[in-house]
Every structure is written in C-alpha cells, then in structure tokens.
C-alpha cells in the first residue's frame, strides 16, 4: 500500500476562499436557485448523444448530435468568461480556438477569452474565482487541491486518440531486445511532462506490462526541444513523445513503441471553479453547449480530411499546415468515463504525488453540465 503524505494545502484554501469572498459584489452574476434544474429534450441530440459513462470499450463510438445541434440558448444577459489553458497551440485546444472563430461563444451570449497560463499558476485563480474555467487535467495538483477544499470539478472531456496515433512512450532497444519484451525498471525516462500530470496513469500502464513502473524507472524532466534529442543520441534510454515528434522515430530500427494514452477515454478538458458550478450554471450550461456544437459541426469524424479546415486549424494554431496534416485526426469526445479519477490517482501514488485521502469521482467530477446541454436527464 502507499502512504499519502499530508497536505498543507487547508490554509492556503481557505485564504483563497477569503479572498474570494473580497470580489466585488457588481462582479457576481445574478444569484440562482438550488433547486434540480429541468432538463428537456433537445432536437438533433438523440440517443447518440449519450454513452453509457462506464463503457469502456477501446471502440465506443464518441456522443455526437447533428451538425449544428444543440442549438444556441442566448442568455439573457452577456457573460464574460475567462478560460485559462496551457497552450494555443496544440491540437485538443482547437474546438475552443473554431468555437472563438466562428462566433459560437457569442451566439449563447457568451464572451469568451483564453487566456494562456499554466496549470499551477491558474489553479489557485481558478478555485478563487478569477478566473471562470481551465482547459486542462485533473493533475495531481488538481486533486491535492480538491482534497484540500477547492470548489473544483471536471466537466467536460477533450479526446481520445485515433487508433493510428503512436504519441506516448518510446524506448531505444538495447541488442537482442524486441518490442514485445522491453524490461523497464532502472532506465532512464525523458519527459517533460512530470510525475503529477495525467500521463502518468498511461505511462504506468505502459510500463508495468514491461517490468517497470512510475517508481522503477529513472525520471528525467527535460525541454520540449530536447526529449527526442535525448532519446536519439542515447541521453535517456526511453521517452514519452507527443505529436507529431514521435513520426520522427516511427519505423526506425532500434525503437520501439511501448504504449500511449488509452483509446476512448479522454484525460482532460474543462475544469469549472466556484463562478460557473454554482454562481452561474447558465453560463456553465451555455459553454458546454456551445463546445459540443462546434464539435459536431466541426469535429465530428476525420476532419483532417476537408484540407480547408485543415488549412483553417493550422492558421488558428500557428501549425505548419504539413505538421496538422502528418498525424491522424483526434477523436473530440465531451464525455468523461467512470473511474478515470481513481485510475488516475492510482498513477499519482505510485508516483509518490499524491497528498491526502483519495478523493471520490462525485467530488472530482460533474457530468450534469454536458448532459443538460445534450438534454440527457441523469
């Protein structure tokens, strides 16, 4: 068993919750009933539009409406939100970049700012409500927070990656070694991803069915520009490589591909704070409304194969158009799976990440949002 090391995080929670409670009142949206919010059927959102949360199957197929379906909902007042992500730059931040671009935001009387910053530094603003929403992953940071009192849950999903994709870890092969036995414990990991990230629960995986482990391998936490440099030249043994990198390894001889992030079930997407999962669930509602009709209508199947949107992606991402184009389409998916919280805070106490007592799914994540968008009553 692991022991969870105790946390110091009640004080700084409550000095986040005081400085909450300092916002001006002109600030705060109009108060909103607590009673169950009626949810109705929504045309274009049919059975398709729901999957069962504890079907994991590699092959689901993701929830998805009709194009253009659920339709706007204006609220009757605009709202402005302010939605934090690490990057503008990466592939599963793009429905929010075409949600921005074509107006969808605006048509649910949303104004909509993404704000780049990274996960720890938004965190903290997210749980005291300077911000509105995070386009990220329940980390560990996440929910060491959460266990420490933070008013934070996960809403929403990102993606899953296509069958074809090989982003995840790589090892150089040592002589006689094959990819189907690859012993793992004492080499050395390049990442620059850490322990406390999401990853860690596919990198786990991936390592355990090679006689590894999160704490058998040798982490080493290197630049972006620098991960495939030191799997190459023999600076670490193996390494968990992104798209598109890992095409510049793919088929050569001495490596393998060991695994990557599970199929069908996404990691991460929209994280709420106390602003939208309690003060104002309209706006909630309305920006997951409005996120899963630019996927159906933008992102619902190979949408790498229309090469004016592939062309229109590389523009809003800043992606040369032939580096959008070298990996396969990702498969967008709103929903969240039972029990990824607790897989992945099995991946954050092997890793010795993890603080406090396990936190339960019901306090991690919050499903009604999407549903109510999708007119799907739980």
Known sequence: MHTRKAIPVLLLAGALLASAGCAKEDDAPPAQSSKPRAVKAVEGCGEGSWTDPADLAEDREPARCEKGAPAPQKLH???????????????????LQVAVAKGEFKKEGLDVELKVLPTPDALPLLAKGDIDAQWAAPEAAVMNGINGGFDIKWVAGNFSPDPESRSGLWVRLKEGETATKVPMAGRKLGTMIGKGSVIAYPMSKALTQHGGGLDKVDFRQLGSADVLTALENGGVDSAWLLDPVWRKVDGKDGFAFLGGQPLGEPLGGALFGPNLLTEDKDAGVAFLRAYVRTINTYFAGDYKSDPAFVTELSELLKIDEAIVKSTPSLRMDWELRKGTTDRLQDAYEEAGVAEGDRVPEDRAVDRSFYAEAVGHKL
């Open 77 to 95: 007042k605009e709202r402005k939100l302010v939605v934090a992500t690490g990057t503008l730059s990466a592939e599963y931040v793009a429905p």
